[in-house]
């Protein structure tokens, strides 16, 4: 009697799944305000120099976005300097922290230093927040880095100077990841497989969608970056009131051998969905579980480093924490590089938002055809195929006259990447044997965040050039897809429990092996037989 089958008794899919659903929901929305607080606070708009005028009375002056020249008739020659102020051309009279604190020209690189702090919390969040929920429990520890990651964005909005940005957003960086992985984990657990992927992907896609579209909206009608943080760590607050609705991870009571709290939170949940439960259902549960946990001394003693000792896996891990990298800075660049294509970049940022719904869509309807490998390779060089089209286009057309053009390129793209960042997620924890699955994932994962530490200078080098960086992301995103190609298919197989079977696992298998393509060769081979068979019968 183990636990998905008390589940079902208790219930699986029911108002409490549906709550929980909901909350999950909403847990959505905080983060998608979280982590894109950092582009809506830093859009840069059109801007050049501003010159007193009134200081050179009947002088010339020729200014551009980072100078001035002016031109002394008395003396018949040209002089340059360097802009103290700027004319902005703010949409709506949104004010950024760019034009706030005047981060443009020289002082552009400001926003790239403090932005990167953001990641280096990520990773410093994820193993901290990782080890809290392992001591005191799965959602205490999604309450505690939500309101972290709030106070972050808080506290921001009072900075005037470079060091206090860059603290305050590797505070807010904290909880990139925990709120949204510890919530997943609650939701995982207490839903039914069969409701599971659907379920997750479609409430991932409908509210991370809805957050998204709203925030740019959110930052005009406040009309300033300070006011806009205030108002995204808001929603964070909501997650005080998860303990009273929510209940601990069962798994996690279990394994700390905490089986009375295990079975009265069981319990509440099928009252919860009007379910009755017999007491011997529970008392069999608990036995198994005892049971389980004095197996645990003879556990695999494997360990994630082990994965580095035996040539094929350690071939599988090098490119796999390759692949986290290329897809975490494609993810976050092309999601947040949305300025310079002629239109507005908070119309751009909240419509194309709208990709998160069909990209979950598309993994649902095609991941179980085509096959892990064949998605992830596919999305990875199609993303590839239209980032370096962007920076072509970019590089050629004209923003004011094929803004749309290059609006859609950018969108498409986004797209892309939402694609490729999902697709990654499962295919990684496939191959991974399960035996250091948790701990593999979870490395790889920090690892992926870690890097997104150069996006923000990546986005920088736009500023000298703007097509730089979809050609160099372009280039990432071809080499991930040439990587995916060494590694084995995981469709239709028993995935590999320890590391001896994971060394072992798809051995002999070819590079250009594709569920989909083999499928049909099948098929074309049975086709083939059933005609000879008939005429030999004939």
Same mark, same amino acid.
């Given at each position: ?29 905080? #983060? ?5 607080? &950092? ?13 007193? $005028?009134? &200081?050179?009375?009947?002088?010339? %002056? ?27 051309? +703010? ?18 690189? +400001? ?10 919390? #990520?990773?410093?969040? /994820?193993? =901290? ?44 960086? *904290? ?77 996690? *009571?279990?394994?700390?051998? !905490? ?12 009252? =919860? ?25 003879? !556990? ?33 660049? *092309? /999601? ?44 990875? =060089? ?18 004011? @006259? ?23 997620? &499962? ?26 530490? =150069? ?7 736009? %500023? ?5 960086? #979809?050609? $160099? ?9 040439? *990587? ?12 590999? @429990? ?19 393509? /083999? @499928?049909?060769?099948?098929?074309? +081979?049975?086709?083939? !037989? ?7 019968? !004939?």
């Amino acid at each position: 009697m183990d636990l998905e089958r008390v589940l079902e008794k208790c219930g699986n899919f029911g108002p409490y799944q549906i709550l929980l659903l909901g909350l999950y929901g909403w847990t959505n929305i905080v #983060s998608s305000l979280h982590y894109f607080s &950092q582009t809506i606070i830093s859009f840069t708009p059109s801007h050049r120099c501003s010159v007193p $005028l009134n &200081q050179y009375p009947g002088n010339y %002056t020729e200014l551009t976005s980072c100078s001035y020249r002016m031109y002394d008739p008395d003396n018949s020659s040209y002089w340059e300097s360097k802009c103290e102020a700027w004319d902005f051309e +703010k949409e709506s009279g949104y004010e950024s922290i760019t034009t706030e604190l005047g981060w443009v020209c020289d002082d552009a690189y +400001k926003l790239a230093v403090g932005q990167s702090f953001f990641f280096i919390g #990520s990773v410093l969040g /994820s193993i =901290f927040f990782g080890y809290l929920a392992d001591r005191i429990g799965r959602l205490p520890a999604c309450v505690l880095t939500t309101l972290t990651g709030a106070s972050g964005d808080f506290f921001t909005s009072f900075v005037n100077n470079l060091p206090w940005f860059c603290f305050t957003r590797f505070v807010s960086g *904290l909880s990139t990841d925990t709120q949204y992985v510890l919530m997943y984990i609650l939701v995982f657990e207490y839903l039914s497989p069969k409701h599971r992927t659907f379920g997750l992907n479609i409430i991932l896609g409908v509210f991370y969608c809805i957050g998204l579209m709203i925030s740019p909206w959110m930052a005009i009608y406040l009309g300033s970056w300070r006011s806009y943080l205030w108002a995204a760590s808001l929603p964070a607050l909501g997650m005080l009131s998860f303990p009273v609705f929510l209940h601990e991870s069962v798994e996690w *009571l279990l394994t700390k051998g !905490k089986f009375d709290k295990a079975v009265s939170n069981l319990k509440r949940i099928a009252k =919860f969905n009007g379910r009755e439960v017999e007491d011997s259902v529970f008392d069999e549960f608990i036995k198994h579980y005892r049971e389980k946990l004095k197996r645990v001394e003879n !556990k695999s003693s494997d360990t994630f480093m082990g994965m580095l000792r035996t040539p094929r896996l350690r071939k599988f891990t090098i490119i796999l924490l390759i692949k986290s990298m290329i897809v975490t800075i494609a993810f976050d660049i *092309l /999601s947040r590089n949305v300025e310079g294509v002629g239109i507005s970049p908070f119309n751009l940022f909240s419509y194309t938002g709208f990709c998160y719904l069909p990209a979950g869509l598309i993994i649902i309807l095609f991941q179980n055809k085509i096959g892990r490998k064949g998605m992830a390779c596919s999305s990875l =060089f199609v993303g590839g195929v239209i980032t370096a089209a962007t920076g072509y286009l970019l590089a050629t057309l004209s923003p004011e @006259q094929h803004s749309l053009i290059l609006a859609f390129m950018v969108g498409l793209g986004r797209f892309g990447a939402v694609v490729a960042y999902d697709a990654e997620a &499962q295919y990684a924890a496939e191959i991974i044997p399960t035996s250091v699955r948790g701990r593999g994932v979870a490395n790889i994962h920090v690892v992926g965040n870690g890097f997104g530490f =150069f996006s923000s200078y990546i986005i920088f080098l736009g %500023t000298i050039f703007k097509p730089l960086p #979809s050609m $160099l992301i372009s280039v990432l995103l071809f080499i991930g897809a040439a *990587l995916c190609l060494v590694l084995p298919e995981t469709l239709h197989k028993q995935l590999p @429990q320890t590391l001896e079977e994971g060394e072992t696992f798809a051995k002999g298998e070819k590079w250009y092996f594709f569920p989909c393509f /083999s @499928q049909r060769q099948q098929k074309t +081979k049975t086709a083939a !037989k059933l005609e000879y068979a008939n005429e030999f019968t !004939k």
